[in-house]
């Protein structure tokens, strides 16, 4: 009885506050006297999961200003503490009239019925989360990979890992995920007008706490697996609001109207590695994708660990590089193995290549520090190359607690020293101060590794690199379905590598875009600064308003829910100008891109990219030879470096078919000598 009045009271308030409809953003409600540091955790996750959601959201202080968007997610836990009963009266009479309302350990006796929650136990001994997806609910329509369906909190064989909540359903709630224990961790409950979600766990405890590899375990490798966990958090509040607005509208996580992009990046940090990362380049650039090369800058002689591999010929290499249109980043100084310990010394700004020389004689370094190894290599590299420095990636991948903060004191902008299966996302983030959850975000963004040439169990070699080129394409494939990029590492000091990135490239989807590095740090930096709102005006007439100035190099796109291809929309500048946009079709969406990318530096490509040689039934085709040219030399080696095939003095004026019937099916480099030029490229010989 007591209810039912409740509830015709709140129907009635309502109506009347929400005649004029709610606008089509999420309202992020942190009450100021919960602003407190534990909040901080939950609050900057959730600043996170709706910037890579890519959805209008704004932070409220003010439940009234709160309640006028159409979702509001409220980070902070619903203990008895937490609300007052006028706060509750509001949200029940918000939901009541449309409002969708996320909540978070919802514990609160009064909160509960609104929330369609029996009880709530608390446990830390719960490692995992199961979606049920069965249920067909649109909330949750990115989570459709098996590796999404079920995700792990922790390592099971830990005693305990962070408390949950377990919920009860009501009657006329849904269960959209379940823990091990059977409990609910995700309840949906439709009521009045609106609907409400309560989840069972904190945001720190599936975002930020994960972005800091504090490690309940729920990691299951190092690279070379797909790992969702935290992303499919960031999907499931977009599917929310792709639920409840009508042809919702976000911030795609890529430019220019593909699925995904794919970074492909090099560790130069071997002598082997200065020796062979030509044919990369050159295979990279007649293929039109621009690669990123992290170079170790160690120029001096640190016997028995590490030589003098930063040299002239290094500078040549990394120069040719550049004019094929690649980029360089930092690998540090000297590659050092105790770099992301705690007694590397921080240290102090102010070191140059002439003062900073460390010795690492076998496994501790005197003379480092973390201001050094990422200064002097900047310095170096910049003042050599004539290029710019913006990002670096740690030898060993290692993570010294100061890194953050020292990469943005000495100007760095993005880091790939972390593992997307060790930090459980495959999108950027931006760093925090130190290593507690505490840390002030910073400017410098971690754009994790995904796949690389450092297997498991098997050296990649000529027997192994094509299934784990499988490996990698699936890895790529299951991002790019959720538009995440993915970052390849490969250490570009053998040619087997070059067959087998030719080979993922060769079997990457147009709707996959390769791109720099830097490139796509930079779309997403101006992709965070980015503020829109979208209009709907009859069924299906959008318009975007951007709110500030956009760089057209960035390729910015939107991705708008069931608007059909070639359906009205318009994107408007700040000056409400109406933008040129592109239009492609991904999953049920259409994507609206901005801007056109700017064609790679250097147009002159390598002569190479006409040429061609295929090798079919025991033939070889040679095409594209320059008419003028003097005759050809070309041999053919094959993974293990043998020379398997030499064809000297070919005339390119007249058409060569040349016998091969000695040569067994499989991938070969081929180096062509064209005049006094050296020219690499794999060819794949087909029975
Ligand atoms: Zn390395």
């Known amino acids: 009885m007591k209810s039912a009045t409740v509830w015709s009271f709140v129907f009635a308030v309502a109506l009347a506050v929400h005649a004029d409809g709610l606008t089509r953003s999420i309202a992020l409600y942190v009450p100021p006297g919960m602003a407190d540091s534990l909040l901080f955790g939950d609050t900057v996750s959730m600043h996170h999961s709706l910037a890579v959601a890519g959805v209008p959201w704004q932070q409220c202080g003010n439940l009234d200003s709160a309640c006028r968007s159409a979702v509001v997610v409220c980070p902070a836990k619903w203990t008895d503490q937490g609300l007052t009963q006028a706060q509750l009266d509001s949200l029940q009479a918000y939901v009541g009239g449309g409002g969708v309302l996320v909540g978070f350990w919802v514990r609160n006796a009064e909160a509960m019925p609104l929330f369609g929650v029996q009880s709530g136990a608390y446990s830390s001994r719960r490692y995992r989360i199961e979606w049920d997806t069965a249920a067909h609910d649109a909330a949750l329509q990115w989570i459709d990979d098996p590796h999404e369906q079920i995700i792990r909190l922790g390592d099971s064989s830990k005693t305990e890992i962070f408390g949950t909540l377990g919920y009860a359903p009501g009657v006329s709630a849904t269960a959209l995920a379940r823990f091990d224990d059977g409990s609910a961790a995700v309840v949906a409950h439709a009521t009045g007008a609106g609907c409400t979600y309560a989840l069972g766990f904190t945001a720190r405890n599936i975002i930020a706490v994960n972005q800091i590899h504090w490690g309940y375990g729920a990691s299951i490798a190092y690279s070379n697996d797909f790992e969702p966990t935290s992303d499919v958090f960031m999907l499931f509040f977009r599917g929310i609001y792709q639920k409840h607005i009508r042809h919702a509208v976000w911030k795609h996580t890529t430019p220019g109207g593909k699925a995904a992009a794919l970074m492909v990046t090099h560790d130069v940090d071997s002598r082997s590695s200065v020796d062979t990362m030509a044919a990369f380049a050159q295979m990279e650039a007649s293929r039109g994708v621009r690669a990123h090369y992290f170079v170790t800058t160690h120029h001096y002689r640190d016997p028995p660990r590490i030589g003098a591999l930063y040299d002239d010929r290094a500078i040549a290499e990394c120069r040719s590089a550049i004019a094929l249109g690649h980029s360089i980043g930092s690998h540090s100084v000297g590659h050092f193995p105790d770099f992301g310990t705690s007694h590397f010394p921080v240290g102090a700004p102010g070191n140059t290549r002439e003062n900073y020389r460390p010795l690492c004689p076998v496994d501790s370094t005197s003379g480092g520090t973390v201001y050094g190894e990422l200064e002097v290599s900047r310095a170096i590299l910049e003042e050599d190359l004539g290029t710019r420095v913006r990002s670096f990636r740690s030898g060993h991948m290692a993570w010294p607690a100061a890194l953050p903060e020292v990469m943005q004191k000495t100007g760095y902008l993005f880091n790939s020293s972390r593992s997307a299966c060790d930090v459980l996302t495959n999108f950027p983030f931006f760093m925090q101060k130190g290593t507690t959850i505490l840390g002030k975000r910073l400017r410098v963004l971690e754009i994790p590794m995904t796949i690389s040439d450092v297997l498991k169990e098997e050296t990649f070699d000529s027997t192994t690199y094509v299934q784990a080129v499988q490996v990698w394409g699936d890895v790529l494939r299951r991002n790019a379905d959720n538009g995440a990029p993915t970052v390849?590492?490969?250490?570009?000091?053998?040619?087997?590598?070059?067959?087998?990135?030719?080979?993922?490239?060769?079997?990457?989807?147009?709707?996959?875009?390769?791109?720099?590095f830097d490139e796509f740090g930079a779309f997403w930096n101006d992709r965070s600064v980015c503020v829109f709102s979208d209009k709907l005006a009859g069924d299906s007439t959008l318009t975007i308003r951007l709110h500030s100035a956009i760089n057209p190099a960035t390729r910015l796109c939107f991705a708008c829910d069931g608007v059909p291809m070639g359906g009205?929309?318009?994107?408007?500048?700040?000056?409400?100008?109406?933008?040129?946009?592109?239009?492609?079709?991904?999953?049920?969406?259409?994507?609206?891109?901005?801007?056109?990318r700017l064609p790679i530096r250097n147009a002159g490509r390598p002569r190479q990219q006409r040429m061609e040689i295929q090798i079919r039934g025991g033939r070889m085709w040679l095409s594209g030879l320059p008419a003028h040219k003097t005759p050809v030399d070309i041999r053919l080696y094959n993974l293990q470096g043998v020379l398997v095939y030499h064809a000297a003095a070919i005339d390119p004026t007249i058409p060569q078919i040349l016998d091969t019937r000695h040569l067994p099916a499989e991938v070969f480099v081929a180096t062509i000598r064209l005049d006094n030029q050296y020219m690499r490229m794999t060819v794949n010989s087909h029975r």
């Open 488 to 516: 390849l590492l490969i250490h570009p000091n053998r040619m087997v590598k070059v067959a087998a990135e030719q080979l993922l490239l060769d079997a990457t989807n147009t709707d996959i875009e390769t791109l720099g």
């Open 568 to 596: 009205t929309v318009k994107v408007r500048d700040a000056s409400g100008a109406i933008l040129e946009t592109q239009q492609a079709q991904w999953r049920n969406m259409t994507l609206i891109s901005l801007g056109h």
